[in-house]
């Protein structure tokens, strides 16, 4: 039998009781279990990290990119690539943005339109943008991972669909055993979509939830059952989909800990391979439409036990916590990737593909190639204008420094493997880490003495406790966000 293991944390550490006191914070604890592990600490604790803070898909993040590189970078970085002692291979991912209607928590990149007959020109310059990539890659590269996203790829008809992958595959090398996977929603996805894309190749398929609830539902204009969800994931089990993930979303209005718990046994029920149970991110700055429901969106304390709610219930069912909003099956390549420390983070999240180059393209896609990032335009009016004149449509993006590469491998370290041995970092970049990182040191003791990290000599270890905060842990690292510190204009969605 496994003995239950209890974290707690000082509570003297950063605040003294009577400045705790004064800003308001009680001296209260909260609680949460994984599985057969208990964490406790202090309320206090979460208010001094739930604070704005990057996700690190990239790094550096997407403000600091800059627009003057254009496409003709992005074409002799393209080049550069092939030419590379042993070229890498391809992760291809492609944006397709349309949607019937607007779901009020989105802040994805998207395109309402009830009428369909707008998805043509899209998807024909869509295929020239594929051309004009081809023309720059080497036909040897081999395709490893391919993704659709949105939008709701499968707002387009079968048809359309299978159209676009043919005329992919035609001019890219797919690897034969290469990941295939697309986002769907499950209001407007048909059988036929589903054998349609399974036919094709598709061996991955991930769909929206958000919440079963349905004042939530209501809410942020957002209605599906239990039933529809249900029965699309048995056509995908019964067409021989491979891995199927569900989304939720936890913070969004209405919600309480006890409502969403009954969302998450409902998706325990259905069994899927993989959840991600993302924080909702209110940044009413950018997407107008969240500030519709902003007076009831929990926060703070009731928005910690939201997602306590999921990750007692997931872990209890036999879903391992990944990290950050993730959970699979323990056999799942992504936690035996995890356990093996090859776990890799991109612009679609965690990925078991890592050392590939990857190509975006669609209306606001990123690529992120060795050392460059690129974005195309993020409207559909300049994304079009760029294409019809044959060129790639890239708006900004960065060459990485060489001190940008030393942080990117420290940050994504930590967030995919929750442990980062300072020898091997030592190894591959020639430095001396603590020296190289002498600024902070005491931002790491500050992170240890609150029990989010142990620190022990060469190794740097996140904390079961650590983990539900691990974007605090990568900010240790992040410069730009430093220099960042006292501008007033907000950029990013809090921490938990």
Known sequence: MERDLVVTFRRDVFTG??????????DENLEIRFRDQQVTFPLWLLEKYNVPGPRYTSYPTAPEWKEDFGPGDMEKTL????????????????????????????????????????AHPYLNRLKREIQVFARHVSSQREV?????????????????????????RERFRFAPHAEIGVEVDPRVTTEEHVQTLRRLGFNRISMGVQDFNPLVQKTVHRIQSYDLTRQLVDQCRAAGYE???????????????????????????????RIAMFSYAHVPWLKKQQGSFAQFIPDGRDKFKIFRSGVERFTAAGYDYIGFDHFARPNDELCVAQRNRTLHRNFQGYTTQAGADLFGLGVSSISGIDRIYAQNYRDLESYSGAIDQDRLAI?????????????RAVISRILCHCVLHKSEIESEFNLDFDAYFAEEQPRLRELADDGLLELDGDTISVTLSGRIFIRIVGMAFDKYLRQKKDSAKPLFSKTL
């Open 79 to 118: 080049e550069a690539s092939n030419t590379v002692a042993r070229p890498r291979p391809i992760s291809l991912y492609m944006h397709l943005p349309f949607c019937d209607s607007l779901c009020l928590f989105c802040g994805c990149n998207v395109v309402i339109q009830k009428n369909h007959d707008g």
């Open 144 to 168: 490893i991972q391919f993704h659709w996203g949105g939008g709701t790829p499968t707002y387009m008809s079968p048809a359309q669909l299978e159209d676009l992958f043919l005329f992919t």
């Open 395 to 407: 708006m900004r993006g960065m060459r990485l420094t060489e001190d940008d590469v030393v942080r």
């Open 243 to 273: 891995s199927i993930n569900i989304d939720l979303i936890y913070g969004l209005p209405h919600q309480t800990g006890d409502s969403f718990a009954e969302s998450v046994d409902k998706v325990i029920e259905i069994n899927p391979d």
């Open 17 to 26: 009781k009577r400045e705790r006191e004064r800003n308001g914070l009680l």
